[in-house]
């Protein structure tokens, strides 16, 4: 099992930033392929960007790219998402997945709790 634990979402205006860690910690793989994913209220959850293993490829959606980008450390068994540029629409609540580097969600088989971010306009 691995457990993951999301941090450092919060409420920010328009064109602000937010550095969002996802930590691992149990059954941890270096060797697992991070991703992260978004969920807005009453919508389904969507693929924001993912990671290989050793952080030598990354992918973006459409939405996100040239203004997000996914990073990792093994060293800490953290994977983070720094978010620049931010728009309303980036409302909703973020969650961080290990095992894949896809887009479909259900390729994921550890999932963590989300943490909240909210751009104010």
């Known amino acids: 099992q691995v457990q993951l634990v999301e941090s450092g979402g919060g409420l920010v205006q328009a064109g602000g930033s937010l550095r969002l860690s996802c930590v691992a910690s149990?059954?941890?793989?270096?060797?697992?392929?991070m991703a992260w994913f978004r969920q807005a209220p009453g919508k389904e959850r969507k693929f924001v960007a993912s990671?290989?293993?050793?952080?030598?490829?990354?992918y973006y959606a459409d939405s996100v790219t040239g203004r997000f980008t996914i990073s990792r450390d093994n060293a800490k068994n953290t994977v983070y998402l720094q978010m620049n540029s931010l728009k309303p629409e980036d409302t909703a609540g973020y969650y961080c997945?290990?095992?894949?580097?896809?887009?479909?969600?259900?390729?994921?088989?550890?999932w963590g709790q989300g943490t909240q971010v909210t751009v104010s306009s």
């Open positions: 997945a290990a095992g894949s580097v896809y887009t479909d969600p259900g390729q994921y088989e550890y």
């Open positions: 990671i290989s293993w050793n952080g030598g490829s990354t």
């Open positions: 149990g059954r941890t793989g270096s060797w697992y392929a």
